[in-house]
């Protein structure tokens, strides 16, 4: 069943395999969203005498129905239907006669799509932040753990200055902060009820927008009906770009824990039951849980260039091409929630050593350290940088003792609290945010 179809038309079989594509099966994880938004919608009607209170009761007690069809399993879009607005309006057809062909009445497809997705969105940006949640408190209390068990600092690759496995896990820690702003910001521009701008243009019928928008708990409402449907594609590349921030996070600490987990450098490990081995090494742990984590974020941080391609020089109004937007947001929303719940889970078993820094080859991390000592001498900055650069080439240097790092954030002050409680002030806008 098509909702557009025409009694006397005929669709060619290869043409419609082609345009609906894969809209069934994303559409399928969609339907309480739109049974949700079809329920306002038929209150709504009943409210502004579109249709009766009997009709509105009616469409809303059957949704309800579907609902739990669709909680226990049993609410499926079948090969025969197009998409889950067929099916739903079929199935209110079906067991309401013509009352369930009233439910159509003063949307689109259009507004539907975007209204489903949208309030998917809401619950998925809130999942993704419990998610990052978790991660955030792993990686302080590991910080917390960690904080006097040294580890190196690198930078080009290079043996750099003295750090912590405070210092490292609690710089990621804060950096999903910057993540979940990205999410709070998403969720504010998705939190715009569309519904009732059909198919971008309005109605003549006197519905009520603002009474949707408080039944579906929208923060506001897309007023202008062109900019609603002009938010398809928008929605989708604003929810990919919070999704590629987090990905950005999670990848990088994922580079640094396959060097770390390497032969060459040592610092960490974790169970086999965690690695995989080879098979014709037996000696070998890889860690390809963090190398999938690294190469699925990679391709999440394309998602949004994805998204901006597609709908590169689209004039207003819906075309068919927004219909590919959908799956490609769905899977990635179902691969950062997958790659924050198993870090998470495997940093519950991660091991650091505590004497790396007891390799003489470390011992050239102090030398901005020596530097500074000279300096509270009385050495001016460039005499002590030549004499501690001198003192490397002849083999002489001396890593300096008692030397403290103690302004905020430093490797003797993590300020841990602080953090804490700078998470704490978004995850919080986060759940206001819904």
């Known amino acids: 069943m098509k909702l557009w179809q025409k009694k006397s038309s005929s669709i ?111 619950d998925a940006l809130q999942e993704i932040g419990s998610k990052s949640a978790l991660l955030f408190q792993r990686l302080i209390l590991l910080a917390d753990q960690h904080k006097n068990d040294s580890l190196p600092g690198y930078t080009h690759l290079q043996i750099a200055m003295p ?16 993540d979940m702003h990205m999410l709070v910001a998403a969720q504010k521009i998705n939190n715009q009820n569309p519904l009732g701008s059909a198919a971008g243009y309005g109605s003549s019928f006197p519905i009520n927008r603002k009474r949707t928008t408080e039944l579906l708990a929208f923060d506001t409402l897309k007023y202008n009906v ?52 080879s098979s014709i090494m037996p000696h070998k742990k890889n860690p390809d849980v963090f190398e999938l984590i690294r190469g699925k974020c990679n391709s999440l941080q394309a998602l949004p260039n994805q998204l901006s391609i597609m709908k590169t020089n689209l004039p207003s109004g819906y075309h068919r091409e927004m219909q590919l937007f959908k799956g490609p947001i769905l899977a990635g929303i179902d691969q950062i929630i997958d790659c924050l719940e198993l870090l998470e889970y495997s940093l519950q078993n991660i091991k650091v050593r505590s004497d790396i820094l007891e390799d003489p080859m470390y011992q050239y991390l102090y030398t901005v350290d020596a530097i500074n000592t000279k300096i509270q001498e009385g050495t001016p900055f460039r005499d002590a940088y030549q004499e501690v650069g001198d003192a490397v080439n002849q083999g002489t240097f ?3 003792e008692g030397m403290q790092h103690t302004h905020e954030g430093s490797l003797g002050n993590l300020c841990l609290p602080e953090i804490q409680q700078k998470f704490e002030n978004i995850y919080r806008e986060l759940n206001t945010t819904e």
């Open 12 to 122: 060619d079989q290869k043409v419609e395999a082609f345009t609906i594509g894969d809209d069934r099966h994303w559409d399928q994880r969609l339907i309480p969203y739109d049974l949700q938004a079809s329920a306002a919608h038929a209150q709504m009607l009943g409210e502004v005498g579109l249709i009766t209170a009997k009709e509105a009761k009616q469409l809303v007690e059957t949704l309800a129905v579907f609902e739990q069809e669709y909680a226990a399993g049993t609410f499926e879009i079948e090969e025969s239907f197009e998409d889950m607005h067929s099916k739903i309006e079929y199935e209110l057809t079906q067991r309401l006669g013509d009352v369930g062909k009233k439910i159509h009445l003063a949307r689109s497809r259009n507004d539907q799509v975007l209204v489903a997705l949208q309030l998917y969105f809401k």
């Open 163 to 178: 750090s912590s496995f405070g210092l490292w896990f609690s710089a990621y820690a804060e950096s999903l902060i910057d």
């Open 226 to 277: 062109v900019a609603a449907q002009m938010s398809r594609g928008k929605i989708e590349k604003v929810v990919a770009q919070a999704l590629a921030n987090v990905a950005e996070t999670l990848s990088r600490f994922s580079a640094d824990v396959c060097l770390y987990m390497s032969q060459n450098m040592d610092f960490i490990s974790f169970p086999e039951s965690l690695t995989t081995g």
């Open 398 to 400: 001396k890593a300096p």
